[in-house]
């Protein structure tokens, strides 16, 4: 890991500044609609290295149930992604769910953590066709509702506890523009559809290929469907990031970023806020410099980390709020050279942001190794329904990974698994 340089601690930003020096607050690149609060200025990193044990001793405590999925990569490139476990994180023992011959995909658990959906069908069939299902579960893995899949359903996500947000195939939606950002909005509890979300924003980006924001395409609405987070611009244009209020058809603020744009702007768990890591550069070939920044839906902004005050080029890679609110756990990596070209590989570190102090933990744990900007193969940090615990994925060499749960209040790492993916954490009813 690279050690602290000793920074200036000047925030004055030149009003025509083209490119930032270090641990200065972008406020150029803000638009007037969004006014900076800096009380959390200057906030510093705790570097926490922490060593893997390599295993969870039954005197750690953890509770609910974890989801995980069998991702192991044979030698040929093809990765089997079919046996999905349930583990009891307080008795430790883990139970396949996927019966012979049958595969799940596409996990997302519910904001209460009660529900699980997934897709499900056989691996095979006499007819070659796929007979699929939209399945939605408890903790227990006891199917509440099974729904016949439609042709035209694609990716699906939760939007609140009751509805789902399902992405239509591409072939099912005619504005190009609209590809990748409409949405149908069902309830699979009463398996109906409320309504079609479709992307009719002032200046979206409509040029192919257009960003997919964590299943989202160019557009990240909040629960309520009140309010969107979508991206504004062209090939020859700048690129912002603009909240647009839906129901009073109106810009609340706007963001000019650079055309890096793999970290997914996040709402927090209450639907009050949004973090979001702009690159703050406006070409491809200049340095990543990236922050966290809070936004709330009144427009007013928080810069949250200042991970430019230790090194001089950041990128900041998936991230996820904690179910409380209160930290947001983040993948970045980190450059010491500030002249000339560079490398865009490097591997990628777990840190833990504390959104009301805005003190960083990098726990020194890697996830994938070699990782290229832009490229997303290992998932955001999965948070314990406590807010207590993380679960990530650590790669060890280039087709293997082994399964982490970082204990947050022991400051403690241990190994629970090997190519397991973890993909849903669940209240234990």
């Known amino acids: 890991m690279p050690t602290y340089p000793s920074t200036s601690r000047d925030h004055t930003a030149p009003e025509n500044a083209t490119e930032l020096p270090m641990s200065e607050t972008p406020t150029h690149l803000l638009a007037a609609q969004a006014t900076i609060s800096s009380n959390l200025a200057d906030a510093q990193i705790n570097l926490q290295c922490l060593e893997v044990e390599p295993s969870l001793p039954s005197k750690v405590s953890s509770g609910g149930i974890l989801i995980l999925n069998d991702q192991a990569v044979y030698s ?28 799940l995909a596409n996990f ?50 939760w939007l609140d506890n009751q509805h789902l947000v399902i992405k239509p195939e591409m072939s099912n939606v005619d504005k190009f523009a609209a590809l990748g950002s409409t949405f149908i909005v069902l ?51 700048p690129l912002n990031y603009l909240l647009w209020d839906i129901r009073q058809k109106k810009t609340v603020a706007l963001f000019q970023v650079s055309r890096e744009l793999s970290a997914v702007p996040t709402w927090s768990p209450d639907g009050k806020l949004f973090a979001l890591a702009p690159a703050l550069f406006s070409t491809r070939s200049q340095y990543p410099v990236e922050e966290l920044y809070v936004v709330d839906k009144g427009g007013s902004v928080s810069r949250l980390t200042h991970l430019t005050n230790y090194y001089p080029r950041v990128y900041i890679d998936n991230f996820n709020w904690s179910p409380d609110g209160n930290s947001i756990a983040f993948w970045f990596s980190s450059w010491q050279d500030t002249n000339g070209s560079y490398n865009t590989i490097a591997n990628r570190y777990l840190a833990i942001v504390d959104t ?12 994938e190794n070699d990782a290229s900007i832009g490229t997303r193969n290992y998932p955001a940090p999965l948070w314990s329904p406590d807010s207590k615990q993380i679960v990530v994925q650590s790669q060890t060499n280039e087709n293997s990974f082994q399964t982490i749960l970082i204990d947050v209040e022991q ?12 993909v849903g954490w669940m209240l234990k009813p």
């Open 108 to 157: 997302s658990v519910s904001p209460d953590r009660k529900w699980i959906a997934y897709k499900e069908g056989p691996l095979e069939t006499p007819s070659g066709t796929l007979n699929l299902q939209l399945i939605i579960a408890t903790a227990q893995h006891q199917v509440y509702k099974a729904l016949p899949w439609q042709k035209a359903w694609g990716q699906f996500k």
């Open 76 to 103: 040929n490139g093809r990765t089997r992604d079919f046996d999905t476990y349930f583990m009891d994180m307080a008795t430790r023992t883990s139970t396949q769910i996927a019966k012979p011959n049958e595969f």
């Open 187 to 237: 309830n699979p509890f009463a398996d109906e559809r409320s309504k079609i979300l479709e992307p009719e924003f002032p200046g979206i980006y409509a040029t192919y290929t257009a960003p997919n924001w964590d299943g989202w395409g160019e557009t990240v609405y909040d629960p309520t469907l009140n309010w969107v987070i979508y991206l504004q611009g062209g090939l020859d244009e």
């Open 356 to 367: 009301t102090t805005g003190w960083v933990t990098n726990t020194c744990i890697n996830g």
């Open 411 to 422: 400051r403690r790492a241990f190994t629970i698994g090997v190519d397991l993916a973890p």
